[in-house]
T-cell receptor
């Protein structure tokens, strides 16, 4: 069964600190892995997309890693800011025939950055 | 640059009523999607559309109907709302579905069925 599991479920850190969020997946055949940020009351916004051959990708203070062998990904946030408070969702794309890919969403990690 | 919009943003309705949630995108993206988001679940695909007049079921289509007469609009209708359809609904669009193609999400509609 295609699944995406994230940990921790929630996390509280102090402003300025770093943190790492984890994502484990059992999705086949794998196409790509995405990290989204979802602010309260808003839709998800993409942070990074990584394909099988990419093992790291950065977007400002966000750095995602992918280990396709162990089927694990992490999202590292550096020097956290209050605006980083949000839910972070790991999404894995399964490749099907033709142009259709299926997205499997994790349940997210809720991050709270406190002053 | 309006992007993708949803209306209404909030809706309260009664069990058995018909409700339509609207989605509009200004990018002329080919693909559009409807998801629902519930506590303890990741976003789940309800229906998607590859182009005008082409729609297909997702993971949880029961109780929902969609149409796509124009590329930019993708309304979702609950024909007879039930309490289990209380959720936050997100519309998304993308140019192509495939390797690396991005889905852009709307702001969501919070629907409560009493």
């Amino acid at each position: 069964k295609n699944q995406v599991e994230q940990s921790p479920q929630s996390l509280i850190i102090l402003e300025g600190k770093n943190c790492t969020l984890q994502c484990n997946y059992t999705v086949s055949p794998f196409s790509n892995l995405r990290w989204y940020k979802q602010d309260t009351g808003r839709g998800p916004v993409s942070l990074t997309i990584m394909t099988f051959s990419e093992n790291t990708k950065s977007n400002g203070r966000y750095t995602a890693t992918l280990d396709a062998d162990t089927k694990q990904s992490s999202l590292h946030i550096t020097a956290s800011q209050l605006s980083d408070s949000a839910s972070y969702i790991c999404v894995v794309s399964a490749r099907y025939g033709g142009a259709t890919n299926k997205l499997i969403f994790g349940t997210g990690t809720l991050l709270a950055v406190q002053p | 640059d309006a992007g993708i919009t949803q209306s209404p943003r909030y809706k309260i309705t009664e069990t058995g009523r018909q409700v339509t949630l609207m989605c509009h995108q200004t990018w002329s993206h080919s693909y559009m999607f409807w998801y629902r988001q519930d506590l303890g679940h990741g976003l789940r695909l309800i229906y998607y559309s590859a182009a005008a007049d082409i729609t297909d079921k997702g993971e949880v289509p029961d109780g929902y109907v969609v149409s796509r007469s124009k590329t930019e609009n993708f309304p979702l209708t609950l024909e007879s709302a039930t309490r289990s359809q209380t959720s936050v609904y997100f519309c998304a669009s993308s140019e192509l579905v495939g390797r690396g193609n991005e889905q852009y999400f709307g702001p969501g509609t919070r629907l409560t069925v009493t």
